[in-house]
T-cell receptor
Framework: KAGVTQTPRYLIKTRGQQVTLSCSPI?????VSWYQQTPGQGLQFLFE???????NKGNFPGRFSGRQFSNSRSEMNVSTLELGDSALYLC?????????????FGPGTRLTVT | KQEVTQIPAALSVPEGENLVLNCSFT??????LQWFRQDPGKGLTSLLL?????REQTSGRLNASLDKSSGRSTLYIAASQPGDSATYLC????????????FGEGTQLTVNP
């Protein structure tokens, strides 16, 4: 079974631009969660999607948004990029959004904002 | 507030030593706890998953224990090797948080040859 894939792996953007990151979960998994990792804040939860609906949201500004498609693939979008958005963005998938299922992480997208 | 704390923040040991990394969490109502390894600039590699009903899990030289009632987990690494050098992260799935994992800040481990 293929693992979680994320594209692109690396991205360089300029302040003020917007960016879209993609995550394809493990086949059969319907829950996708997104995390941001920065040296100062560690790993922080952005949001989670299950069955095309956002089920849970972390404490991030509205510039961060996401969506999930009927095939469970998910995208996250960051508008009006700021220097502080430079981070490793990780997505994780699991079969469902409740219970004790393990989370499987992708390799991440490294975003650099200049 | 549900929090996860890891001690120590950094650890440097000579090759061959056995070592223990600690993780504590503030709410005992958890589904599970995962230990991850992260190499510099890379993603997360899952090491061990302990369900809330389990007391420990083992994989090779790694052993993780869980004491839910006291809100503690330990990761024991036997006979450490330079290749074990990485940051080790503890993540807890609380019962009231859906699929969200709450991560500790990590322990940066250096194993010296």
């Amino acid at each position: 079974k293929a693992g979680v894939t994320q594209t692109p792996r690396y991205l360089i953007k300029t302040r003020g631009q917007q960016v879209t990151l993609s995550c394809s979960p493990i086949s059969g998994h319907r829950s996708v969660s997104w995390y941001q990792q920065t040296p100062g804040q560690g790993l922080q939860f952005l949001f989670e999607y299950f069955s095309e609906t956002q089920r849970n949201k972390g404490n991030f500004p509205g510039r961060f948004s996401g969506r999930q498609f009927s095939n469970s693939r998910s995208e996250m979008n960051v508008s009006t990029l700021e220097l502080g958005d430079s981070a490793l963005y990780l997505c994780a998938s699991s079969p469902t959004n409740w219970g004790s299922y393990e989370q499987y992480f992708g390799p991440g997208t490294r975003l650099t904002v200049t | 507030k549900q929090e996860v704390t890891q001690i120590p923040a950094a650890l440097s040991v000579p090759e061959g030593e056995n070592l223990v990394l600690n993780c504590s969490f503030t709410d005992s109502a958890i589904y599970n706890l995962q230990w991850f390894r992260q190499d510099p600039g890379k993603g997360l590699t899952s090491l061990l998953l302990i369900q809330s009903s389990q007391r420990e899990q083992t994989s090779g030289r790694l052993n993780a224990s869980l004491d839910k009632s006291s809100g503690r987990s330990t990761l024991y690494i036997a006979a450490s090797q330079p290749g074990d050098s990485a940051t080790y992260l503890c993540a807890v799935k609380f019962e009231t948080s859906g699929s969200r994992l709450t991560f500790g800040e990590g322990t940066q481990l250096t194993v010296n040859p």
